[in-house]
């Protein structure tokens, strides 16, 4: 059973940076790709970016060039470094281990079989 555990949420001001990570276990040989995603009130999930198990990471448009996507040297753990925040970058932070990820119209997307985590809160003020 693939379990996912995020942490490092949190509230900050606009312009701030926060790291979120993602601790998993159980990953089978289905599990090759780890990805963020965000749920803000109101609206649907989105991608964030992923990273493959090779360190190949995609970043949806909204975020490039301010969030950065790496893992430890174990694979066991994933970390979104998020710098520059925005106000509309506020959300519920999840983390997700798929079969595989992929980059399609300005987004990020898992596919196959998805695991997801619970959930951190990212709160960025004006």
């Known amino acids: 059973q693939v379990q996912l555990v995020e942490s490092g949420g949190g509230s900050v001001q606009s312009g701030g940076s926060l790291r979120l990570s993602c601790v998993g276990s159980?990953?089978?040989?289905?599990?090759?790709?780890m990805g963020w995603f965000r749920q803000a009130p109101g609206k649907e999930r989105e991608g964030v970016g992923y990273?493959?198990?090779?360190?190949?990471?995609r970043y949806a448009d909204s975020v490039k060039g301010r969030f950065t996507i790496s893992q430890g040297n174990a694979k066991d753990t994933v970390y979104l470094q998020m710098n520059s925040l925005k106000p509309e970058d506020t959300a519920m932070y999840y983390c997700a281990a798929s079969t595989a990820c992929y980059y399609s119209g300005n987004s990020t997307y898992g596919a196959g079989r998805i695991y997801w985590g619970q959930g951190t809160q990212v709160t960025v003020s004006s």
């Open positions: 990273i493959y198990r090779d360190d190949t990471t």
């Open positions: 159980g990953f089978t040989a289905s599990t090759n790709c």
